[in-house]
């Protein structure tokens, strides 16, 4: 099992930024590939951004590269997301998820997930 929770979210104003983090608690967390993934209301989740349990690979969906950066701190059990340059249409509620398979392939759908978090929420205003 692992445990994740989520926090840094907030209200913030386009073109601001926000840290999220994702502490993480039980199963070894330096074995998962860990993602971020973001739900806006009535869309379906989509993936945001994936790291490797090395950290040595990372992907992001197109609307974020440049703009937000993943990284993680296996000592402290936590993986992060940097967003930078906010925008309206980033408002959702971020989740961060784990799979435990000590892979470098990261996962860029929820169903490659095992574990997840409660979310946070991110607002944007214009």
Known sequence: QVQLVESGGGLVQAGGSLRLSCAASGRTFSNCVMGWFRQAPGKEREFVAAI????????????????????????????????????????????????????EVVGVQDWWYEYWGQGTQVTVSS
């Not at 609307?63 to 402290?76: E, H, L, M, P, Y």
């Open 52 to 103: 490797s349990w090395s950290g040595g690979n990372i992907y992001y969906h197109d609307s974020v590269k440049g703009r937000f950066t993943i990284s993680r701190d296996n000592a402290k059990n936590t993986v992060y997301l940097q967003m930078n340059s906010l925008k309206p249409e980033d408002t959702a509620v971020y989740s961060c998820a784990a799979d435990p398979t000590n892979s």
